[in-house]
C-alpha cells in the first residue's frame, strides 16, 4: 500500500515537472516553426539536381565512347563487377541470356542485366553518375560516365564500340527491353494540386 503511494506521488511529480518544463506545448500541436536551418540556395539545389529522366531530359553535355570506357571500367569497376562484368562478386552488368522471351516474372532466379532488363539506356547514365562506383559515388565527370555507358552498352551488344554517346545519341539508343514494360501513367500526385 504504502509503495502504491510512493509510486502514485512519483507520477504526479514527474506530471508537474513536464507541466513546468514545457508550458508552451500544454494543448498545442507542434510548433509552426522549429527556429533553425534556412532556405537552400539556387546553387544547393541545382548540385542535387541531377536526374536523368527516361527520355533523356536532364542529360548534360559531354561524350564518350565504349574505347574510351575500357580502361576506366578496368580500374573503376571491375574488382566488384568482374573483368568482363559478367563474373561479380557483385551485379552481373552484362548477358543478353534469354534472348527469347521476358520470364523474369515467373522465375525471379534469373540474372538481370543492362542487356536483357533495363528499359531505357538513359537512366544508365543516371544511376552510374549518382551511386558508382559504390566506394565513391559522385565522383566520376560527364564525359567518364558517358564512356562508362557507352562500354556497358558496347558489351551487352547494343552499340558498337566506336559509336559516340552524348545527350542526343543517347537518348536514341533502343534498349532490348524497351517494350517489356508498361508505362506508369497513374495520375493522383502532386499534379492534381
Ligand atoms: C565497391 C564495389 C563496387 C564498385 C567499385 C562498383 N560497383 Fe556497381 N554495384 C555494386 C553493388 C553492390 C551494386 C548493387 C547495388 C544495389 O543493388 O543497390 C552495384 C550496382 C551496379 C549497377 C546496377 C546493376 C543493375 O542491373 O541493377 C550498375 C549498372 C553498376 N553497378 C555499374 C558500375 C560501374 C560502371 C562501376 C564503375 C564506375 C561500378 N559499378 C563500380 C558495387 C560496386
Known amino acids: 500500500m504504502r509503495r502504491r ?15 513546468g518544463v514545457y ?16 532556405p537552400a540556395t539556387v546553387d544547393e539545389m541545382n548540385a542535387w539536381d541531377i536526374a536523368v529522366r527516361p527520355d533523356g ?5 559531354g561524350r564518350g565512347t565504349a574505347r574510351d570506357g575500357v580502361s576506366l571500367y578496368a580500374s573503376h569497376c571491375a574488382s566488384c563487377h568482374g573483368p568482363t562484368g559478367r563474373e561479380g562478386p557483385f551485379d552481373r552488368l552484362v548477358g543478353r541470356e534469354p534472348r527469347q522471351g ?3 516474372g515467373r522465375d525471379p532466379a534469373l540474372t538481370r542485366t543492362i542487356g536483357n532488363y533495363w528499359p531505357y539506356a538513359t537512366t544508365l547514365y543516371d544511376y552510374l553518375n549518382r ?36 545527350a542526343r545519341t ?11 514494360f508498361v508505362v506508369d501513367d497513374r495520375r493522383g500526385g502532386p499534379e492534381l494540386r
Open 5 to 19: 503511494g510512493v509510486m502514485a506521488s512519483a507520477a504526479v511529480l514527474l506530471a508537474l515537472a513536464f507541466w
Open 23 to 38: 508550458p508552451s506545448q500544454r494543448g498545442a500541436g507542434p510548433p509552426a516553426r522549429f527556429g533553425f536551418g534556412r
Open 57 to 61: 531530359k536532364g542529360l548534360p553535355p
Open 102 to 104: 521476358f520470364p523474369f
Open 131 to 166: 551511386a558508382m562506383p559504390l566506394d565513391r559515388p559522385g565522383s566520376l565527370g560527364p564525359d567518364q560516365v558517358y564512356s562508362l555507358v557507352a562500354f556497358l552498352l558496347w558489351r551487352n551488344d547494343i552499340i558498337a564500340d566506336s559509336a559516340v554517346m552524348d
Open 170 to 180: 543517347l537518348s536514341r539508343v533502343v534498349m532490348p527491353a524497351r517494350d517489356r
